[in-house]
């Protein structure tokens, strides 16, 4: 079947711009997941949806930053006023338990700002 | 808080060999540990998770992990490496009552030389 996808796969951008990320989940995941992963780092925890709940924030860097899911279905991550630091492989994963499951992760968008 | 420590940057094995890649972490309570891997301009791929059970977890490609609980590790490991297994290894955790989130070690590139 069909794996989590995500769009764009690169995104070019001047700085203060907005920029918004696109990631479609493996159908009847209930649980989606944002992260971000620097050059020669590891994943960054950025926010986390389950069903109808609240989602969990904590790891939104700043309030530039924010993210909205309808339902169980389509997500989309939103920079605001880009900055340099932003520059970064934006990834998504879904996983299909309310308790700790395996999530697939998609392919990431990378995005550049200049 | 939550940790994983991943002590190697690179770790360099000839074709044929045993490889270990080190992982440690830190959570409150019973740990879920995962291992994921990611090729170049790839997504992470999951290798496998300990959970609960047997501490000797295996999965694909022919590794597996060892849940060593009073040394707070969990150590990858393959009887006898490919080349095809060079890759960027991580490393993470989730804690009960975290909603599945996972935090991430640093990885470890893994070079394997024929």
């Known amino acids: 079947g069909a794996g989590v996808s995500q769009s764009p796969s690169n995104k070019v951008t001047e700085k203060g711009k907005d920029v918004e990320l696109r990631c479609d989940p493996i159908?009847?995941?209930?649980?989606l997941y944002w992260y971000r992963q620097r050059l020669g780092q590891g994943l960054e925890f950025l926010i986390y949806?389950?069903?109808?709940?609240?989602?969990?924030k904590s790891g939104l860097p700043s309030d530039r930053f924010s993210a909205e899911r309808t339902g169980e279905s389509v997500s989309t991550l939103t920079i605001q006023r880009t900055q340099q630091e932003d520059s970064a492989v934006y990834l998504c994963?879904?996983?299909?338990?309310?308790?700790?499951?395996?999530?697939?992760f998609g392919p990431g968008t990378r995005l550049l700002v200049l | 808080a939550q940790s994983v420590a991943q002590p190697e940057d690179q770790v360099n094995v000839a074709e044929g060999n045993p490889l270990t890649v080190k992982c440690t972490y830190s959570?409150?309570?019973?740990?879920?540990l995962f291992w994921y891997v990611q090729y170049p301009n790839r997504g992470l791929q999951f290798l496998l998770k300990?959970?609960?059970?047997?501490?000797l977890v295996k999965g694909s490609y022919g590794f597996e992990a060892e849940f060593n609980k009073s040394q707070t590790s969990f150590h990858l490991k393959k009887p006898s490496a490919l080349v095809s297994d060079s890759a960027l290894y991580f490393c993470?955790?989730?804690?009960?009552?975290?909603?599945?989130?996972?935090?991430f070690g640093q990885g470890t590139e893994l070079s394997v030389k024929p």
């Open positions: 994963a879904s996983s299909p338990t309310r308790r700790v499951g395996t999530q697939y």
């Open positions: 949806f389950q069903g109808n709940s609240a989602p969990d």
């Open positions: 159908s009847g995941h209930t649980a």
């Open positions: 300990y959970i609960t059970g047997d501490n």
């Open positions: 993470a955790v989730s804690g009960y009552n975290q909603g599945g989130k996972l935090i």
């Open positions: 959570v409150s309570g019973n740990p879920y």
